[in-house]
């Protein structure tokens, strides 16, 4: 490959992927996520960036900062303890490609330094260099089989070029894989080798070396029929140890490119006439520089970004920071999200989502109209169509039926402080005309919207248990072994946090299920106690009958906004 060509495209790559970079960083500086933070300016969070940094390197708070390096960016701790699966998939990626870009595409700035005398086609370079890739190429082969396997109907899409990235990653390693295996089989690399270590390409002069590398590294020579004598692998030898064996292993420690070369010795000669070695080093660099050029435009993005968002978590605990470190911290999120799904997965209120075929319920959904309302896309005033203004009222009923149990944040695998978020939207949300949906439903008191449902009968629908989405609450089966022994009540936290005196529910879990096992469902729809509810399955996980409490209670939740809608206007019953 031209020098210069090689150079101009280098540059050209970096230059683009430094652009990228400088305007994604800059949305950490722009986006504003919260009321509280609409004030903060670009000089307040540039000093919060400067004072954090004073924090992390002069302060006790390193050996955190440390830690959290060495745990949660290296081992994947966080990721570990959520899905093992994943984790055994992003380590083997995560170290594969960094020891490939340090030990082989950095080789002249990073391993020649460290390891003298240097050669990559010595061992344990060479060795190294295919365990690397093997072991990135089985990492993307797990990660895509995990993540055809788990996904769901309600998962966030995939953006082409986020796919056109993972297959842009693979090429880059099948075409390495491939110009090593060539250059094993080529007797023109063979003869190029030869001219610049033995000053020589005569056929017949090299005869000898020829015959030992045939036997030894597997070059595909089409001229060697004679059988090779002792006499003549003794005076290849002697070549191989004065000219090459300093720079040169036996080729079979490529493990993985050995066997594919054996795949193509038979073609070898076509091969070199073809110049494949030559396009496959072209095809193999320019992916390359494709892929530096376009990183930061990619969901791959998060590579760079999800360390930071650990590190700045070792900094200081979320509460430490202040109004200008929460808007940096915000919107960095935006970007450190992997889409990974297990917030979706462990979310209390995922079964309300299915129930109300809402997505925005679910905290991947969430974070995605997070980032649309801060940067304008979610509402645009004077220009919101009827479809835009149904999705940002159901993004809006998403936020606010959030029950803020944590789990997203507590499983998410780079740290993400998905509470605090919810909260600043629900903020924003609110600001925006967006307040929380079916307020309307705790206007009234539970036995208020019973009298106005004895005029409205069940529709047939709510009894006929394949017409519902888990039809808990129209099943006397799975409520019908409560004893009322009031377990679940007594682990509430949502009663335990309640006073009669200032907004205290109304129900409790057992009263609720007791209304159930009497055939009065009507007086459960309108309770405190179900609109309240977080979802955090105390009761279920304590219920010595096995009843599913929490499961009924967002069934109820979900059926109260269709059934009570349908009276909202009515009035009540004297």
């Known amino acids: 490959m031209s020098r210069a060509l090689f150079h101009v495209a280098l540059y050209v790559s970096l230059l683009l992927c430094a652009l990228g970079l400088l305007w994604r ?101 060479l060795f190294l260099r295919n365990l690397f890739g093997a072991m990135t190429l089985v990492g993307l082969a797990l990660f895509l089989f995990g993540l055809r396997r788990r996904r769901s109907r309600h998962a966030p899409k995939r953006r082409p070029r986020d796919s056109a990235f993972v297959v842009l990653l693979g090429f880059v390693l099948a075409t390495g894989f491939l110009l090593e295996a060539n250059k094993i089989v080529s007797p023109q690399a063979f003869y190029r080798m030869a001219k610049e270590f033995n000053g020589s390409a005569d056929a017949t002069e ?171 896309r979610l509402l645009r005033l004077g220009r919101l169509t009827d479809d835009a203004e149904d999705e940002a009222l159901r993004a809006a009923e998403g936020a606010f039926l959030c029950t803020d149990c944590g789990r997203c944040t507590n499983v998410c695998p780079v740290g993400l402080d998905l509470e605090d978020l919810w909260q600043a939207g629900r903020g924003d949300l609110a600001t925006a005309g967006l307040p929380a949906p079916a307020q309307w439903v705790q206007a009234r008191p539970a036995l208020a919207w019973a009298e106005s449902l004895q005029s409205d009968p069940w529709p047939r629908s709510f009894f006929d248990p394949d017409a519902l989405n888990a039809p808990l609450s129209a099943d006397r089966s799975s409520f019908s072994r409560c004893v009322q022994c009031q377990t679940c009540t007594n682990v509430c936290p949502v009663v335990a946090h309640s006073t009669e005196a200032a907004y205290g529910v109304d129900l409790t879990p057992q009263k609720v299920m007791n209304l159930l096992r009497l055939g009065l469902r009507d007086l459960t729809l309108g309770s405190r106690m179900v609109r309240d509810c977080a979802t955090c399955y105390q009761c279920q996980e304590h219920c010595p009958q096995g009843i599913r409490v929490a499961d009924i209670m967002v069934e109820l939740r979900a059926l109260a906004v269709q059934r009570l809608g349908s009276v909202r206007g009515r009035r009540i019953l004297s």
């Open 25 to 125: 960083m800059s949305a950490w500086y722009r986006l504003r996520i919260g009321p509280d933070v609409q004030a903060v300016t670009l000089v307040h969070r540039l000093h919060a960036l400067l004072r954090g940094l004073a924090a992390a390197l002069l302060s006790p708070r390193v050996l955190h900062v440390l830690g959290a390096l060495f745990l949660d960016v290296l081992l994947q701790r966080r990721l570990y303890r959520s899905d093992k699966s994943r984790w055994l998939a992003h380590l083997l990626m995560f170290l594969g490609f960094t020891a490939l870009l340090l030990m082989h595409a950095l080789a002249a700035i990073v391993t020649v330094k460290l390891f003298p005398g240097y050669e990559a086609t010595r061992n344990p370079y």
């Open 206 to 376: 090299l005869k000898p070396l020829r015959a030992f590398w045939a036997s030894g590294f597997g070059v595909a020579f089409d001229d060697l029929s004679e059988p090779t004598t002792p006499e003549l692998m003794r005076q290849g030898r002697a070549m191989h140890e004065a000219d090459c064996e300093t720079c040169h292993a036996s080729a079979a420690s490529a493990f993985v490119s050995y066997p594919l070369s054996r795949l193509l010795a038979p073609l070898a000669r076509v091969l070199d006439a073809a110049s494949l070695p030559t396009w496959l080093l072209y095809l193999h660099v320019f992916a390359c520089f494709i892929g530096l050029a376009t990183l930061p435009f990619t969901r791959f993005f998060h590579a760079l970004t999800a360390p930071i968002n650990l590190l700045v978590n070792g900094v200081a605990p979320a509460s430490a920071f202040s109004s200008a470190g929460r808007a940096a911290r915000r919107a960095l999120a935006l970007d450190t999200c992997v889409r990974c799904g297990l917030c979706d997965a462990h979310c209390a209120v995922a079964p309300l989502a299915r129930h109300l075929d809402n997505r925005y319920l679910l905290p991947s959904h969430k974070l995605l109209a997070t980032s649309a309302l801060a940067r304008g």
